[in-house]
């Protein structure tokens, strides 16, 4: 069955580095998304990307948070200059028809520590 | 602000019981909601949807409720096994974005 690849797995990194989570959606989807999941909370919506540009974004997703869809496959989440509150689990999704349609399949997350 | 929300944070169930866990929304331009499980560990998994023009949709031993005069969402396990354990999210789409809720916690008991 096809999924969602996350790498990787956890990165442990200081305040002030920059961060590069990296995600290879399903090959035949075309809208993909980042959230986040901060430890025992629930999963926040940061970024969904669409034919090359972000389509959507949330106040969270600011200045410091970029993305990118360097090749035909990677779907990457840089931070420039981590926070010790950026610190979560960061979840990529992908799906064939966006939203609109229904199912988002989920990575299995790449954890971020800042210290 | 907050829009989706579960009534409760954990439910502990005996194994082989049904469970039955509900969310509370606030937003009533939402036209469609989602159920996620999440296991330890792993991303949330896609368990069941429902648009808004529908009361009821079953999949394999699970059912979700939605009733739109009060805002509720529920979802309904039969016959709660061990591997059921888990976090369940309710989402809504909204301006072609999922929002989560807050997740409740399942216990299985065996």
């Known amino acids: 069955e096809p999924e969602v690849t996350q790498t990787p797995s956890h990165q442990v990194t200081q305040m002030g580095q920059e961060v590069i989570l990296r995600c290879v959606p399903i090959?035949?989807?075309?809208?993909f998304y980042w959230y986040r999941q901060i430890l025992g909370q629930k999963v926040e919506f940061l970024v969904s990307?669409?034919?090359?540009?972000?389509?959507?974004k949330s106040e969270i997703f600011d200045d410091q948070f970029s993305v990118e869809r360097p090749d035909g496959s990677n779907f990457t989440l840089k931070i420039r200059s981590t926070k010790l509150e950026d610190s979560a689990m960061y979840f990529c999704?992908?799906?064939?028809?966006?939203?609109?349609?229904?199912?988002?399949?989920f990575g299995e997350g790449s954890r971020l520590t800042v210290l | 602000g907050e829009s989706v929300g579960l009534h409760l944070p954990t439910l502990s169930v005996q194994e082989g019981d049904n469970s039955i866990i509900n969310c509370a929304y606030s937003?009533?331009?939402?036209?469609?909601f989602i159920w996620y499980k999440q296991e330890s560990g792993k991303g949330p998994q896609f368990i069941i949807d429902?648009?808004?023009?529908?009361d009821k949709r079953q999949g394999q031993r699970v059912t979700v409720l939605l009733n739109k005069t009060v805002k509720h969402l529920s979802l309904q396990i039969a016959a709660t096994q061990p591997g059921d354990s888990a976090v369940y999210f309710c989402?809504?789409?909204?301006?072609?974005?999922?929002?989560f809720g807050a997740g409740t916690t399942v216990t299985v008991r065996a």
């Open positions: 999704a992908s799906s064939q028809a966006g939203v609109v349609a229904g199912e988002l399949f």
């Open positions: 090959s035949n989807h075309l809208y």
């Open positions: 990307f669409y034919n090359n540009e972000i389509s959507e």
């Open positions: 937003n009533s331009a939402s036209d469609y």
């Open positions: 429902i648009r808004s023009n529908m």
């Open positions: 989402a809504e789409r909204r301006d072609y974005k999922l929002s």
